[in-house]
């Protein structure tokens, strides 16, 4: 079973690019359509990684490990998540004098912009789906998104802004006060 986790998240590390939120849909099919989790064990995961620091996708990797195979689980599942970043980024280091100014390296890297974004994408509406947020819910993000991409609002305000009316929401409208 570790020889089957850290191949599983081996091939997560490997073959994602663009970042925890990026790796959703992977780590998603890899985990959650072996059984290894539920899809609401899932999408709890997601929850609780964006809100701890760290890897986004190093700490679901570790959340899944534990649930399967307690700490060594978590050992296995974080080492495969992560050695293939760290051994792409030691090549690279290792020839970045030589790649630097290369054209073709440029054009890939531009190549796999839009490519990131729809993995970016497709996660966050799947979840939306999955939670089954109203379309008033769904305004809240893309107004933030839209003040923030430009307005060039700090998100720091955003996520302020989003605790405040938060807390509000739950102490005044959720309780039938307004």
Known sequence: MYWTLFITFLRIGAFT?????AMLPLIQREVVDRGWISKEE?????????SLPGIFAVNISIFTGYRLKKIPGSIVCALG???????IILAIALFFTQIQDNVWVEK?????????VALIAVPCITTARSVKLSYKTILIPVVA????????????????AAGIGGILYGMYVKKGKI
Request: hydrophobic fraction near 60%.
């Open 17 to 21: 690019i663009g970042g925890g939120y």
């Open 42 to 50: 899932f999408i709890d995961l997601f929850a609780v990684a964006q």
């Open 145 to 160: 998104a839209l003040l923030i991409w430009q307005l060039n609002v700090s998100p720091v305000y955003i996520i302020l």
């Open 81 to 87: 998540t992560v050695l293939p970043s760290f051994l």
């Open 108 to 116: 890939i890297f531009k190549g796999l912009r839009p490519a990131v």
